[in-house]
Nanobody
Framework: QVQLVESGGGLVQAGGSLRLSCAAS????????MGWFRQAPGKEREFVAG????????AYADSVKGRFTVSRDNAPKTVYLQMNSLKPEDTGVYYC??????????????????WGQGIQVTVSS
């Protein structure tokens, strides 16, 4: 089993920055991917960014390209989401997730096997 713990959220003004962290523990897998999703009240959970750990491929949603950046540490395994130039529409609960066997795509919630509890990000205007 895999445990995921998010940290680094909070309240910021528009134009500000936040850095989210997702620390993974538990069993390891040979070819896995980690992703970030977010969900606003009354809306579906949407893809934000993803990374294939072994191959280094990274993908971003069009809405965050040029503003958000994914990075990682290997020991302990942690993925980061650096969020710059934040907008009120970035507000939501952000979730870290893991595909235990990379399926060649990042965008679909159903491909992910484990999820963190989520962390609130609020951007004021």
């Amino acid at each position: 089993q895999v445990q995921l713990v998010e940290s680094g959220g909070g309240l910021v003004q528009a134009g500000g920055s936040l850095r989210l962290s997702c620390a993974a523990s538990g069993r390891t897998f040979s070819s896995y991917a980690m992703g970030w999703f977010r969900q606003a009240p009354g809306k579906e959970r949407e893809f934000v960014a993803g990374m294939w750990w072994s191959g280094g491929n990274i993908a971003y949603a069009d809405s965050v390209k040029g503003r958000f950046t994914v990075s990682r540490d290997n020991a302990p395994k942690t993925v980061y989401l650096q969020m710059n130039s934040l907008k009120p529409e970035d507000t939501g609960v952000y979730y870290c997730a893991v595909q235990t066997s990379y399926r060649g795509r990042y965008y679909y919630t159903g491909d992910y096997n484990y999820w963190g509890q989520g962390i609130q990000v609020t951007v004021s205007s």
